[in-house]
Structure formats: C-alpha cells, structure tokens
C-alpha cells in the first residue's frame, strides 16, 4: 500500500503546477467517518486530504493508501473513491477541494503536521461569506497550508 503512481516523484509534479498557478482552493471541508464505517462515492475535484485522528483506508479504484495522522494524500477526479475507517477510533479529516484534471494519487509525510492542523483549524473557523478582513487571512492560511504541503521544497528556515 501507499505506493507513489507511475509518474515520477507526483509531489514535485503537482509542486510545479502549484508554482504555474494550476491550484487554487476552491473550499475546504472537515469530515468524520465513524469507527468500522465505509463510504464509497464518484470523486468530482482534486483535493488534498489531511486526516486529523484515527486511521483509514482510501481506495482510488484500486489503489489503496493508508490514511494516518501525519500524512496527507492526493486525490484526483474521476475516480470512484472507497473510504474505510479502521480500528475503534473515529477517523477525522480534512479536505482542501481545487479543479485540476492531474491524474496524481500518492501520499507523503507532512513535514511539520502539528503546524498544518493549526493552520487547517484556523482556516475552518472563518465564514465563508465573511468581510474583506477575513477573506484576506483565508487566502494568507491557505497559501500557509501550501508551504506545509510543499515543505520538502522550501528552504529551511534557520
């Protein structure tokens, strides 16, 4: 399980379409799968998948990965999805939607995860439909999850 595609290093791939200006969030969306549960619907958006607590197993037609804490996967469209909750705990994530037709599916460590919970919280905190102010720092925490996600091609700080 959590083998990375056929594409050569797909995080640096979608990297490069991030730095093209190919993502942009169009929402994010925390969600609860309660112990021992399965649900299995047609993906419609690429997302970026941060679970939070628990453990599951996500299935992209027929490529499986583990979903734990600490990690984060990559989901793309058009793919008929199969999320299993294991253990007795709970599995909570979240996701961050954007439109793009890259076909990546893979999963990778998250450098910093305390870091990007914290951003992910703030940003479910504000309201959608909030003032300028608001909107602002919504678009300041997104592209913080970005350099989250991307850490392993940032400079480290020093």
Do not use: W
């Not at 979608?14 to 969030?25: A, M, R």
């Not at 989901?75 to 979240?94: H, V, W």
């Amino acid at each position: 399980m959590n083998q990375i595609s056929d594409l050569p290093n797909p995080l640096k791939i979608l990297f490069q379409e991030y730095n093209q200006g190919q993502i942009e969030s169009v929402g994010f969306r925390s969600f609860t799968l309660h112990a021992g549960e399965s649900n299995s619907y047609r993906t419609l958006k690429s997302a970026l998948i941060v679970p939070v607590s628990g453990r599951a197993i996500f299935s992209f037609e027929h490529e499986p990965f583990i979903a734990k804490r600490g990690l984060f996967l990559h989901g793309c469209p058009n793919k008929t999805l199969t999320i299993s909750a294991m253990g007795e705990q709970d599995f909570r994530y979240i996701n961050m939607y954007y439109e793009n037709d890259c076909p990546l599916l893979f999963s990778h460590k998250l450098k910093n995860p305390e870091q990007t919970f914290s951003i992910l919280d703030q940003i479910l905190k504000l309201h959608p439909d909030a003032d300028i102010r608001s909107q602002y720092q919504q678009e300041k925490l997104t592209e913080e999850f970005f350099a989250q996600i991307f850490a392993d091609f940032q400079p480290e700080e020093t």
